[in-house]
């Protein structure tokens, strides 16, 4: 028997409890931003459920000789192999959320990924994590831009650059279109309503104060209302990547760089010739093409055919231990998880990060015990292929 022990809130043994509790503790428009998927949630949920068709075998008979779920990666060896995958506008859901994730992956010595968009900046984050936390890039319109916040990453010491290749345009997102969080936002009378329904939350959010783009800031003109915002991010994003404006970051960037969004061969082809360290298979959980593959599929075939060209990662779908259990034995070298990890901020406030990273470890430990699966390049020995 395993004497690893992770500390949880036992109120909250399940992120389902934890989704359930972010639902009733934040504003319906705040929950629903982070919670849907875009058009008919097909993707969304397709993406749990195929991960969930998957079936592990186990080996009751075979001599045990303990479980570990370290797990190295790009020169790093990190206590599981999952991460936090990057969240924009966090500070909405619960404030200092960055922070608060950010301390528990360093904590935990599991990788956090910084968005572009989200509440804090790349410099206080490195300063979190001393230097571990990975920096995810939206890709600027203007060249200017792109090179000085990808220096600032190089100058924070981020080990990992993530370039994303799946927002080529807005998702259409009807909750948050229905709540003026769509592209401009406005707010609207039922949102403020929906503020005042939560107190704790509009007593946190007033207190700690309005939300910013930290990383953005010093290229922002100030006092920009929510309409202006809108415009400002439309013109300084362009989110369509190809080769031509991969090649010159790769060039540039010193350390990983790493592809997320990945859905196809010919872009993991693209990729590899490129000279990427990694990508990362995702379809942005459901948020981007409701038509598209769930990620274990494209995940099983990619990382059959290239898994020792690149380092074949995912996300997408996944809310438990035996997620990424079931994840890792189809192949992926590395996980990563989004949503889970906000749930569980949103819920338990600073406790959130710890909270939910010590659930996860907890059960993927005791599956790795239960089918005995002694270290994580085990578990494709225990897909059920039958
Ligand atoms: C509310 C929300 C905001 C997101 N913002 C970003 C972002 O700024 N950058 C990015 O690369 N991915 C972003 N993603 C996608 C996540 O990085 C990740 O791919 C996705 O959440 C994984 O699916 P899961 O939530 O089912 O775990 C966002 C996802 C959510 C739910």
């Given at each position: 028997?395993?004497?690893?022990?992770?500390?949880?809130?036992?109120?909250?043994?399940s992120?389902?409890?934890?989704?359930?509790?972010?639902?009733?503790?934040?504003?319906?428009?705040?929950?629903?931003y982070?919670d849907?998927?875009?058009?008919?949630?097909?993707?969304?949920?397709?993406?749990?459920?195929?991960?969930?068709?998957?079936?592990?075998?186990?080996?009751?008979?075979?001599?045990?000789?303990?479980?570990?779920?370290?797990?190295?990666?790009?020169g790093?060896?990190?206590?599981?192999p999952?991460?936090?995958?990057?969240?924009?506008?966090?500070?909405?859901?619960?404030?200092?959320?960055?922070?608060?994730?950010?301390?528990?992956?360093?904590?935990?010595?599991?990788?956090?990924?910084?968005?572009?968009?989200?509440?804090?900046?790349?410099?206080?984050?490195?300063?979190?994590?001393?230097?571990?936390?990975?920096?995810?890039?939206?890709?600027?319109?203007?060249?200017?831009?792109?090179?000085?916040?990808?220096?600032?990453?190089?100058?924070?010491?981020?080990?990992?650059?993530?370039?994303?290749?799946?927002?080529?345009?807005?998702?259409?997102?009807?909750?948050?279109?229905?709540?003026?969080?769509?592209?401009?936002?406005?707010?609207?009378?039922?949102?403020?309503?929906?503020?005042?329904?939560?107190?704790?939350w509009?007593?946190?959010?007033?207190?700690?104060?309005?939300?910013?783009?930290?990383?953005?800031?010093p290229?922002?003109?100030?006092?920009?209302d929510?309409?202006?915002?809108?415009?400002?991010?439309?013109?300084?994003?362009?989110?369509?990547?190809?080769?031509?404006?991969?090649?010159?970051?790769r060039?540039?960037?010193?350390?990983?760089?790493?592809?997320?969004g990945?859905?196809?061969?010919?872009?993991?082809?693209?990729?590899?010739?490129?000279?990427?360290?990694?990508?990362?298979?995702?379809?942005h959980?459901?948020?981007?093409?409701?038509?598209g593959?769930?990620?274990?599929?494209?995940?099983?075939?990619?990382?059959?055919?290239?898994?020792?060209?690149?380092?074949?990662?995912?996300?997408?779908?996944?809310?438990?231990?035996?997620?990424?259990?079931?994840?890792?034995?189809?192949?992926?070298?590395?996980?990563?998880?989004?949503?889970?990890?906000?749930?569980?901020?949103?819920?338990?406030?600073?406790k959130?990060?710890?909270?939910?990273?010590?659930l996860?470890?907890?059960?993927?430990?005791?599956?790795m015990?239960?089918?005995?699966?002694?270290?994580?390049?085990?578990?494709?020995?225990?897909?059920?292929?039958?």
């Open positions: 028997m395993s004497n690893k022990k992770w500390i949880i809130n036992n109120a909250y043994p992120v389902t409890d934890l989704r359930n509790k972010a639902k009733r503790k934040i504003p319906k428009f705040a929950f629903e982070l849907g998927g875009c058009n008919e949630d097909v993707n969304l949920i397709k993406n749990t459920t195929d991960i969930r068709a998957i079936e592990l075998l186990p080996s009751y008979l075979s001599k045990h000789q303990g479980s570990t779920m370290q797990t190295e990666l790009f790093h060896t990190y206590d599981a999952f991460g936090i995958a990057p969240v924009g506008l966090q500070g909405l859901m619960w404030p200092n959320t960055p922070e608060i994730l950010a301390k528990a992956a360093f904590d935990h010595n599991i990788p956090f990924i910084l968005s572009t968009v989200t509440t804090s900046s790349i410099e206080r984050i490195s300063e979190i994590t001393e230097g571990k936390a990975w920096f995810q890039l939206y890709h600027p319109a203007e060249n200017k831009l792109r090179d000085d916040i990808i220096n600032r990453a190089a100058a924070a010491a981020c080990p990992v650059l993530v370039i994303l290749c799946d927002v080529p345009t807005f998702g259409f997102r009807p909750r948050d279109i229905r709540n003026g969080l769509a592209m401009p936002p406005k707010m609207s009378l039922s949102n403020i309503l929906q503020i005042l329904r939560k107190p704790e509009a007593y946190k959010t007033l207190v700690h104060g309005q939300p910013n783009f930290e990383t953005l800031k290229y922002m003109p100030k006092n920009l929510l309409k202006q915002l809108g415009k400002f991010m439309d013109q300084t994003f362009s989110g369509r990547l190809n080769e031509e404006k991969i090649k010159p970051i060039d540039m960037w010193k350390g990983k760089l790493v592809l997320k990945v859905a196809t061969e010919m872009d993991v082809e693209k990729a590899i010739r490129l000279g990427l360290d990694g990508i990362i298979v995702s379809n959980g459901g948020r981007q093409l409701d038509a593959e769930s990620t274990i599929k494209p995940l099983t075939r990619i990382a059959a055919k290239y898994g020792d060209q690149i380092k074949v990662m995912m996300d997408s779908g996944l809310r438990s231990g035996p997620d990424i259990a079931r994840t890792m034995a189809s192949g992926a070298a590395f996980t990563f998880l989004g949503r889970s990890f906000m749930y569980g901020v949103a819920a338990l406030g600073s959130g990060g710890d909270h939910t990273i010590s996860l470890k907890t059960e993927l430990q005791q599956v015990e239960q089918i005995c699966c002694e270290e994580v390049a085990d578990f494709p020995n225990h897909l059920n292929t039958l």
